[in-house]
């Protein structure tokens, strides 16, 4: 054969074994490609943004249910962790969406956690997202649901403990009607009417205090205070109840402790705590009141020399119209919403009230606010 096309022949056979070999790349390359989607695989253009400012639960699934993006919402709320949904109900509703290719909304409520049985109401949206993805949307309504509660049991309360005091009125008007010819009589019922009617005024206005307290502008003009002035105007406002029972009063402590808030609120609020430790002290004992700040925080202590709270009802002190003993609280008058005033005045102004108790042993209620020079920034409106 002619050398000529001996090397023709080598050539074509070059081109032939190099495009194979350049093709088998391209085909390795392309699964290569594929492979590294499929082990890191990204969101469609514009989604990473839009998880990222989300205020609520956001989550994008691939076929394997693997969690490729999440908002920050969605961890702050617990439902991603280690790259994968955390509850098995929601990766139920996605396997849902996947099989049916069909959008789907549902309210469901989860464990908040491995312990306990604090739980979490949410409002999930499930859809697919192109293809491949699957997008979870939730929105955490436990705070509506539990606002919801409280309303609930608020009317409640209200309506079992307007019920007593407006039936005595209207037994003691009948009996006043009935006894007209005994004067002694007349005057002993309408001593008790006078009674019932204060404390039907009472818990009206506790329960329009309550009511402002968790209005959104329930601290109004914030400034900076005294808290001593605070205490000794709380003090005044029990002086005589006090003197009544021969119970001393005695307050010690930082007189240049500094908070900011509302006057009336804070007044309001260490007032509840000494009625409260006057209404459950003995007579002839001591009721002591401390101020002091350390550490960025204001203390104002409350303590009695009375019965004590027993250990398992601690927790449940400042609930509405809870009482320890029901009897002795409705004998001296209480409505059941002082300690419950006290808390959400406290609240509103970003501090806690914490209680510790003994039976036998007395009590003692700290509120515990922020001291005015840690505070930044300064408090206005409730948030």
């Not at 705590?273 to 002839?284: G, M, V």
């Amino acid at each position: 054969m002619d050398s000529t096309w001996l090397v023709l022949l080598s050539l074509g056979l070059g081109l032939a074994v190099g495009a194979g070999f350049v093709w088998i790349l391209h085909i390795a390359a392309r699964r290569g490609h594929h492979a590294a989607e499929v082990v890191n695989p990204a969101v469609p253009d514009g989604v990473d943004q839009v998880l990222d400012a989300l205020e609520s639960a956001g989550v994008v699934l691939d076929p394997s249910n693997n969690v490729i993006k999440a908002s920050p919402g969605a961890h702050a709320i617990g439902l991603v962790w280690n790259g994968a949904l955390v509850h098995p109900h929601l990766v139920d509703l996605v396997d849902r969406v996947r099989r049916s290719g069909e959008s789907l909304t549902e309210e469901c409520e989860l464990s908040r956690g491995p312990f306990g049985d604090a739980g979490i109401h949410l409002s999930v949206r499930v859809a697919r997202l192109g293809s491949r993805y699957i997008l979870l949307l939730a929105e955490d309504r436990t705070e509506s649901y539990r606002l919801d509660a409280v309303r609930r049991d608020f009317v409640a309360n209200i309506s079992h403990e307007l019920k007593t005091p407006i039936g005595a009125v209207s037994l003691l008007a009948e009996a006043l009607d009935g006894a007209s010819d005994d004067p002694e009589q007349v005057r002993r019922f309408a001593m008790r009417l006078s009674e019932e009617a204060q404390r039907l005024a009472r818990i009206t206005q506790d329960i329009i205090e309550l009511s402002r307290l968790q209005a959104t502008d329930a601290l109004g003009n914030a400034t900076e205070l005294s808290a001593s002035k605070v205490v000794k105007a709380a003090i005044d406002q029990n002086r005589v109840a006090a003197e009544t029972r021969n119970i001393e009063i005695a307050m010690r402590g930082d007189k240049e402790a500094q908070v900011i808030g509302n006057e009336n609120l804070l007044v309001t609020a260490v007032h509840n705590l000494i009625s409260n430790a006057i209404q459950y002290s003995p007579d002839d004992s001591r009721i002591g009141i401390g101020v002091r700040s350390t550490g960025g925080v204001v203390e104002i202590a409350v303590t009695d020399q009375g019965e004590g709270i027993p250990e398992e009802d601690l927790d449940r002190v400042f609930e509405r119209f809870f009482r320890v003993d029901q009897a002795r609280s409705r004998n001296t008058g209480g409505t059941g919403l002082g300690l419950s005033i006290v808390k959400h005045a406290v609240q509103n102004h970003g501090g806690e009230v914490r209680v510790w108790s003994q039976p036998g042993r007395g009590s003692t209620f700290t509120i515990r606010l922020p001291e005015a020079s840690s505070v930044r920034p300064p408090i206005g409106d409730n948030q």
